[in-house]
């Protein structure tokens, strides 16, 4: 049954220390009450996705609504960006927030929630307060851990700093009635594109870009460079205090790829049995998508089947929880992962699946990648110079997308090693690790590796990527330098995925030095790379022999 809808706009929700946040709330235009389906973003609640969404939900039997996050867009007080610092109130705010959706004159007083990426994060940081009215949630796209998403504590500079200037500033200046700058993300954006043509992700020391680059966030983009291998999301050591089911879904080519230990941390270590066996997970072949869920991603066509509904999905899973009808998901298997190259949906139960066959491939002189331990091999050398990395294929937003790599090519700081056309296909689905064997002639570096899927035709594809900043190889907490020339034994771990390589294709590992600006540049110099200005170049050897056997660990199915 649909319903036509009615829209209330900008209600009050006066939290426990008296500040008011505004919300827009989408309703069935009937009689009788309705369960909430509630999203907490710092996106402003008008946008046109939120418009787009609500009255799908509201259609369905539900009351959508969406706030806008303390100290954004209508909301009063003053925002504290949760992914910058643990100094924030959304945990206390999202609590308050559920409990006074419940109490609406047209709730039923049960409460979901949904949303992705920071609008993910709020969910699990009112989850883990556990407030009474609130049933099921639906965090998607989003890590358990902040050190995930920035792999090894590496600043994912691209992202984070277009996300700074072009998505929170705006706002910032509107409600600071600042004379100058862009207004709207879309101005923002088309001033960073056009105007500053991404300069700032090139500025040296990044933690003197002006603070009128980034309005209102200069002050958080600098502590949180001061502390950056931190985890400030410490979802997984909550996990044990949310008491509620939840449906968690990313993409393969997601940043947030750290969306899987959610589901493994609660499936685990949730306080119930009835929450921990009422755990989903929904991983596609998508970039950071929350919503639209689509079979051409980049310059991949991954088959109509790639395609999700999300409002179809989003109704089964709330049926469930706030209506109730235990038919809703009862055919939902624990895992859906779309096996790429296969292009198929794969129903599984556990994480990482336990008939994978962990298989070594080994790197060999001459680009060679086999299963067969190298012997007495000469090493590889390449030189890394900060001042010309290895560029970033993705969205001019930031984000992770199958774009064809061969662009890279030819490169004398890029290594390759490449299995011959496979006679048969090889599925990896699950967890990959390498085993980097290097030397580094300075006293901090970065190695990064990137599993690549080459096409008989030659297009390149990239599947998953690791990096690891030399100084953080034992600790985040005690960084120690390395000491030139000395050979180490790096544990790289990359994102998991699921791909079948087909017969004909090849098996590739790039391995190089940088991926600019996905993560930012090591300077090499040892020193604080966010403070210094220095660049150094990097003499970089890479060991392939019987005593120094650098691999890739792939989670091979049979």
């Not at 609500?54 to 007080?77: H, N």
């Not at 098996?507 to 790379?529: A, L």
């Not at 966010?530 to 990097?538: D, K, N, Q």
């Amino acid at each position: 049954m649909t319903h036509k809808i009615r829209i209330e706009t900008s209600l009050e929700c006066t939290t426990r220390d008296g500040t008011i946040l505004r919300s827009d709330v989408y309703r069935p235009d009937a009689p009788g009450k309705f369960p909430v389906i509630l999203e907490r973003t710092p996106y402003d609640k008008t946008r046109e996705s939120f418009q787009q969404k609500g009255p799908k939900l509201a259609e369905q039997g539900f009351l959508y609504i969406v706030q806008d996050v303390r100290g954004r867009y209508s909301s009063d007080g003053d925002f504290m960006p949760g992914f910058y610092s643990s100094n924030h109130r959304d945990d206390v705010d999202g609590y308050d927030a559920v409990e006074w959706a419940a109490a609406l004159p047209w709730s039923t007083g049960k409460v979901g929630t949904t949303g992705g990426s920071y609008d993910g994060w709020t969910q699990l940081e009112l989850a883990h307060m556990q407030p009474p009215s609130l049933r099921a949630i639906n965090p998607q796209v989003i890590a358990a851990n902040l050190l995930d998403r920035e792999k090894s504590a590496v600043l994912r500079l691209g992202r984070v700093l277009w996300w700074s200037v072009n998505t929170l500033s705006p706002d910032a200046r509107v409600r600071a009635n600042h004379p100058t700058g862009p207004r709207t993300p879309d101005a923002a954006e088309e001033e960073w594109t056009n105007l500053h043509r991404s300069k700032w992700m090139w500025y040296l020391p990044l933690q003197d870009i002006p603070d009128e680059a980034m309005f209102g966030i200069g002050p958080h983009w600098r502590e949180w460079l001061s502390d950056h291998a931190t985890d400030h999301f410490d979802f997984e050591r909550k996990h044990e205090r949310i008491t509620v089911p939840a449906l968690s879904q990313t993409g393969w080519y997601d940043q947030q790829i750290g969306t899987i230990k959610n589901f493994t941390g609660l499936s685990q270590n949730a306080p119930t049995e009835l929450v921990r066996d009422n755990q989903y997970l929904i991983i596609g072949p998508w970039s950071h998508d929350a919503m639209d869920w689509p079979s051409l991603v980049g310059e991949i066509d991954f088959g109509t089947d790639a395609h999700l509904d999300y409002f179809e999905i989003t109704s089964q899973w709330y049926r469930r929880w706030l209506y109730d009808d235990v038919t809703a998901i009862e055919d939902w298997p624990k895992i859906r992962l779309f096996v790429m190259g296969a292009n198929v949906w794969r129903h599984e139960n556990e994480w990482p699946l336990t008939r994978t066959k962990y298989t070594n491939y080994y790197f060999h002189q001459v680009g060679g990648l086999s299963q067969e331990i190298p012997g007495e091999e000469p090493p590889d050398k390449y030189v890394y110079n900060p001042r010309d990395p290895v560029m970033t294929l993705y969205s001019p937003g930031g984000q992770q997308e199958p774009y064809d790599q061969r662009a890279l090519d030819g490169r004398h700081d890029v290594l390759t090693y490449s299995t011959l056309p496979l006679q048969t296909g090889v599925e990896v689905t699950g967890p990959i690790t390498v085993n980097l064997h290097a030397a580094s002639s300075a006293r901090d570096t970065d190695f990064v590796v990137k599993l690549q899927n080459v096409w008989p035709n030659g297009f390149v594809q990239e599947i998953s990527h690791g990096i690891i900043r030399a100084r953080y190889r034992e600790s985040f907490d005690k960084p120690t330098l390395i000491e030139p020339g000395f050979i180490y034994e790096y544990q790289i771990e990359m994102n998991p995925t699921s791909n079948l390589f087909m017969p004909g294709h090849r098996i590739r590992v790039d391995v190089t030095s940088s991926d600019f600006p996905n993560f930012d540049r090591n300077h090499n110099t040892g020193g604080d790379d966010y403070s210094e200005e220095g660049l150094l170049y990097a003499n970089q050897t890479v060991f392939h022999d019987n005593l120094h056997p650098s691999h890739i660990v792939l989670p091979v199915i049979p």
